[in-house]
């Protein structure tokens, strides 16, 4: 069951106290592909310059994914400039080039159009409703967002989280939009836009999965050496969406228990990215090493 | 199996974003002894002074409370002036009177010598020592601390580390302690020195339990109006300790198992507490309340 993700692909250069990496392969979809494409297919749409390194292209296609949707366009790839200090659950942005990035206007391959499982990474939430739009009725429908957008362009948020199935976003995210302290309440609040689940990422604090059937809570993976925590967020998400397509092609539907599972394997998946800068851990990983991390948060939350 | 606790008891005045209140019953001894008395016999040792109220002592007599070892010493009674914000995780201290606590030199009646576990909740690390040594070979003990000792004490504090059976701590003082921003690193050199267990309360991000065997990762249950996190800490360790009685009694250990479902009914009992201000809501609770937030709880990490 394959998986359109739209969003970025970005030269990334960050700065965390275990180091430091200049123009290295980033942005949400590229992290949400590589960590989804352990389990299904994916369909990649997002804009890169004619700067952009072939290596970054091998990168992808190394794990089967479906680049027909990647477009190169005359200018410079997106680029982020960021640093993370000794609390590595945010960053400082210094410096964000959207060059080629933009004037991106996702275009969906007439291919793509019926794939069954869609994922909106963090861009314009205009953006976000016109691919909505643009793919038929998907099986399953999921987004994130930032807090750039949350300030500016509420109503479209707000408006997107109407139409998709699973709401990511993390704790600050979710209270700035809820204009509500108590992380419960907000996430409430969220649901009662129409979703049928809201994720709440809380960095090594773990993650909260709200429906309208249950909370439940799982524990980060205790890492022992975050070399960079870029693309925590977005492989969470890889791992969670491309796990719930193996369950909903498996049984027909994704239940509460599905996504209580697919938390875990987002949990999984996110430990093993923040492991090395850029994307060097995730493009690496296999079934067998998120299997292993499963079994050990399974075993954190077993009474 | 009858719990000893020494710690304080004192008069609170605190501010909330959801009110205010003047001298009203608080300290960790206090917390404590109202959580543990759901399930165990409590024998406090703390002092008072004399213009400590009557109905503070009724509160506590109410629940069967030995109060044998509340010394009332001329003078007034500890005070403590606090404020939270919007982040209830942190309190600011305004104020902080000592008055009869600052000669605070517990005594042991001969009766509790045999006490077959021990509380030491935060109270100057030497006196923690003294009390250790007076008190024989008790078949569990625990102990709380807090910022001030662990930078104006460490040795002290090193030494009831390595004395004690668990080592409760917040998020916030095992990383100071251990000198370390990872908390499951930090968690891991408190470990190293020898309790069994290092219990890591994080606010409304949850707990953890470190011991050589596992690590653990409760919830904290998603309380919707927090009026005052005062005592969440105390009544945490009260709950804690006291379930984790009664396993011993039944028994004859408390295994890791046991010290899971401790921490579980330490969530479920903090999370009344912070539900009103003072110990209003401690004090009013019966074990169906607390079975009924287990079972939520329970509910939140089932896979």
Same mark, same amino acid.
């Given at each position: 069951? =394959?998986?359109?993700?739209?969003?970025?692909?970005?030269?990334? %250069?960050?700065?965390?106290?275990?180091?430091?990496?200049?123009?290295?392969?980033?942005?949400?979809?590229?992290?949400?592909? $590589?960590?989804?494409?352990?389990? =299904?297919?994916?369909?990649?749409?997002?804009?890169?310059?004619?700067?952009?390194? !072939?290596?970054?292209? %091998?990168?992808? +296609?190394?794990?089967?994914?479906?680049?027909?949707? $990647?477009?190169?366009?005359?200018?410079?790839?997106?680029?982020?400039?960021?640093?993370?200090?000794?609390?590595?659950?945010?960053? !400082?942005?210094?410096?964000? +080039?959207?060059?080629?990035?933009?004037?991106?206007?996702?275009?969906?391959?007439?291919?793509?159009?019926?794939?069954?499982?869609?994922?909106?990474?963090?861009?314009?939430? !205009?953006?976000?409703?016109?691919?909505?739009?643009?793919?038929?009725?998907?099986?399953?429908?999921?987004?994130?967002?930032?807090?750039?957008?949350?300030?500016?362009?509420?109503?479209?948020?707000?408006?997107?989280?109407?139409?998709?199935?699973?709401?990511?976003?993390?704790?600050?995210?979710?209270? +700035?939009?809820?204009?509500?302290?108590?992380?419960?309440?907000?996430?409430?609040?969220?649901?009662?836009?129409?979703?049928?689940?809201?994720?709440?990422?809380?960095?090594?604090?773990?993650?909260?999965?709200?429906?309208?059937?249950?909370?439940?809570?799982?524990?980060?993976?205790?890492?022992?050496?975050?070399?960079?925590?870029?693309?925590?967020?977005?492989?969470?998400?890889?791992?969670?969406?491309?796990?719930?397509?193996?369950?909903?092609?498996?049984?027909?539907?994704?239940?509460?228990?599905?996504?209580?599972?697919?938390?875990?394997?987002?949990?999984?998946?996110?430990?093993?990215?923040?492991?090395?800068?850029?994307?060097?851990?995730?493009?690496?990983?296999?079934?067998?090493?998120?299997?292993?991390?499963?079994?050990?948060?399974?075993?954190?939350?077993?009474?």
């Amino acid at each position: 069951m =394959s998986i359109l993700v739209v969003g970025s692909v970005a030269l990334d %250069t960050v700065e965390t106290p275990r180091g430091h990496v200049r123009e290295v392969l980033g942005g949400s979809a590229t992290y949400f592909s $590589l960590a989804a494409s352990l389990y =299904s297919a994916v369909r990649l749409v997002a804009v890169v310059g004619d700067d952009f390194p !072939e290596s970054g292209r %091998t990168v992808l +296609q190394e794990r089967d994914i479906d680049l027909r949707g $990647l477009e190169v366009r005359d200018g410079r790839t997106f680029r982020w400039v960021g640093r993370y200090g000794a609390d590595l659950n945010s960053a !400082e942005t210094i410096e964000t +080039q959207l060059n080629v990035f933009a004037d991106f206007d996702p275009k969906i391959p007439d291919d793509y159009r019926h794939t069954p499982l869609v994922f909106l990474a963090n861009i314009d939430p !205009e953006l976000q409703l016109r691919v909505l739009s643009a793919v038929g009725e998907p099986r399953l429908t999921a987004m994130d967002t930032m807090n750039l957008w949350i300030s500016t362009k509420r109503d479209a948020v707000t408006e997107v989280m109407r139409s998709v199935d699973i709401v990511f976003l993390n704790d600050a995210e979710v209270r +700035q939009y809820a204009r509500a302290d108590n992380l419960f309440d907000a996430a409430e609040r969220v649901l009662a836009l129409g979703p049928r689940a809201v994720v709440i990422k809380k960095g090594d604090n773990g993650c909260a999965l709200l429906t309208r059937d249950g909370y439940f809570v799982a524990p980060a993976y205790p890492v022992r050496s975050v070399y960079d925590p870029t693309g925590a967020g977005d492989s969470f998400a890889g791992a969670f969406i491309g796990h719930l397509a193996t369950e909903v092609a498996r049984h027909g539907h994704g239940d509460d228990a599905a996504l209580r599972r697919a938390v875990l394997h987002g949990c999984a998946v996110a430990s093993y990215t923040v492991e090395s800068f850029s994307v060097d851990r995730v493009r690496a990983l296999d079934s067998r090493d998120v299997e292993r991390r499963l079994d050990e948060l399974r075993s954190f939350i077993r009474v």
